[in-house]
């Protein structure tokens, strides 16, 4: 039985840890999830767990940290905000680019789950971007989780996660059949990286010209909301965008991006001219 001042010294050390903030209401949660690895490494009270994490905080933190997240996700989800991605989002940047013949694209999935985001993003692009023109995409995908990016890295889906989520053009184009499952095609996988990569703690990324975030931020307090929307302001390029999940929104937050809205799908966009809103 998690007591309250347990439970307290786990929420703080999660919350300095990885921004995911516990409300009260989480107390069960946290608790059925902490029994089942303290069962497994025979360790029968939440206190003496606790400081076995903290004197193994490269380790167990880890361990700790990956069964609490929630991972889940779904290939293109969203959809009214993919399509603001592949029919204004890439055509601008790609109209941007061209005539400083810098045909580059950084686009970063923080918080990717288990991989089905940044490969719907780089199918995506893969559809819209010209590739006979000599461009180079790179899709990073990165999460605190290590069991989602391994099956991220895997790359490999059952038929119930791809079929309904992914079009008939895409499921014939870019995944192809491994037993039961569907397996990612190695033209798209070529453009994903993934990495660890914690967005408390982790210094981000830079030259971004899109960064998806989405489904990340609700589990975090309005304090580290703001601290990471001004990490990704420094990590985007000028003119680059921000995508947050369609519960999620910078409303009231002074964060120098531009509220983008269009079809019922919203972007935050980063001024392309230093003083330009
Ligand atoms: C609900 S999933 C969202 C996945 C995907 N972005 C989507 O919208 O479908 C949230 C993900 O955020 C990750 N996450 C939570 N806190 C994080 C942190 N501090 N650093 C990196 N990833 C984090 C979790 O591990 C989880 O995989």
């Known amino acids: 039985m998690l007591t309250n001042d347990e439970f307290g010294l786990f929420r703080n050390l999660i919350y300095a840890e990885s921004g995911i903030y516990l409300k009260d209401t989480r107390k069960d949660y946290l608790e059925n999830r902490l029994v089942k690895r303290m069962r497994d490494i025979g360790i029968a009270s939440p206190y003496w767990y606790y400081k076995y994490v903290i004197q193994r905080k490269k380790t167990e933190l880890l361990i700790l940290l990956d069964l609490l997240t929630v991972n889940e996700t779904s290939f293109f989800r969203n959809k ?14 790609v109209r941007r680019k061209r005539p400083d013949g810098q045909k580059k694209l950084m686009i970063w999935s923080a918080g990717c789950s288990t991989g089905e985001e940044p490969y719907s993003i780089a199918m995506a692009v893969l559809e819209t971007v ?7 995409v790179r899709v990073f995908g990165s999460d605190l989780s290590l069991s989602a990016l391994e099956v991220a890295a895997k790359g490999e889906y059952s038929g119930e996660k791809i079929i309904g989520a992914a ?3 895409y499921l014939e184009r870019y995944f192809e059949k491994k037993g039961d499952k569907y397996r990612v095609k190695d033209v798209v996988r070529k453009m994903v990286v993934f990495d660890l990569h914690n967005l408390k703690t982790d210094v981000g990324l830079r030259n971004l010209d899109v960064i998806f975030c989405r489904n990340v931020m609700i589990y975090f307090d309005a304090e580290e909301q703001r601290r990471l929307v001004r990490k990704f302001y420094e990590s985007l390029e000028p003119g680059g965008y921000l995508l947050l999940g369609h519960a999620e929104s910078l409303h009231g937050m002074n964060t120098g991006l531009r509220f983008v809205y269009s079809k019922n799908a919203t972007a935050y966009k980063k001024a392309e001219k230093a003083g330009e809103r």
């Open 167 to 169: 079009d008939e053009h």
């Open 130 to 136: 010209p590739w006979n023109a000599g461009w180079e």
């Open 80 to 93: 009214p905000q993919m399509d603001l991605f592949v029919k204004v989002i890439l055509p601008e940047l």
